[in-house]
C-alpha cells in the first residue's frame, strides 16, 4: 500500500504559478504509477496528469496542456504538478492518486484506474 499527502495550494490571481507536491509513503513508491485529478465546485472529478512510474511518459488533459507540467523525484518519494498561467476555471480540490504498476505501461486516465488516493488540496484562482 501508499499512502499520499498532497500539499501546495493556496489563493492566487490568474496568471500566477503554483506547484503541487504529493509525498508518498512506501518502500516501494517507484513501482506507482501517479496521476492528478481535480474536482471544480459543482463538478465530477477530472482527470488532469499522469506520470508512468519511470518519470519517462506523461499525460495531460487538453485544458492543462501547456501550462501544467507533471513530475516526479523517485529519491524523495514525491510527485509534482506545476502549475502555469492559472485561469479560474482550474478553481478546485486537486487529489493526488497512485496505482501499483509493475511495468512501465502508458499513463492511466481513469478514476477508476487508481485505488489510492490522498486527501486533496485546494487551489483558488481568484482576482
Known amino acids: 500500500q501508499v499512502q499520499l499527502v498532497e500539499s501546495g495550494g493556496g489563493l492566487v490571481q490568474p496568471g500566477d504559478s503554483l506547484r503541487l507536491s504529493c509525498q508518498a509513503s512506501?518502500?516501494?513508491?517507484?513501482?506507482?504509477?501517479m496521476a492528478w485529478f481535480r474536482r471544480a465546485p459543482g463538478k465530477e472529478r477530472e482527470f488532469v496528469a499522469a506520470?508512468?512510474?519511470?518519470?519517462?511518459?506523461?499525460d495531460y488533459v487538453d485544458s492543462v496542456k501547456g501550462r501544467f507540467t507533471i513530475s516526479r523525484d523517485n529519491a524523495k518519494n514525491t510527485v509534482y504538478l506545476q502549475m502555469n498561467s492559472l485561469k479560474f476555471e482550474d478553481t478546485a480540490v486537486y487529489y493526488c492518486?497512485?496505482?501499483?504498476?509493475?511495468?512501465?505501461?502508458?499513463?492511466?486516465?481513469?478514476?477508476?484506474?487508481?485505488?489510492?488516493w490522498g486527501q486533496g488540496t485546494q487551489v483558488t484562482v481568484s482576482s
Open positions: 492518486a497512485a496505482k501499483f504498476s509493475p511495468v512501465d505501461v502508458a499513463p492511466k486516465s481513469g478514476i477508476y484506474d487508481y485505488p489510492y
Open positions: 512506501g518502500r516501494t513508491y517507484t513501482t506507482y504509477a
Open positions: 506520470i508512468t512510474k519511470s518519470g519517462r511518459n506523461t
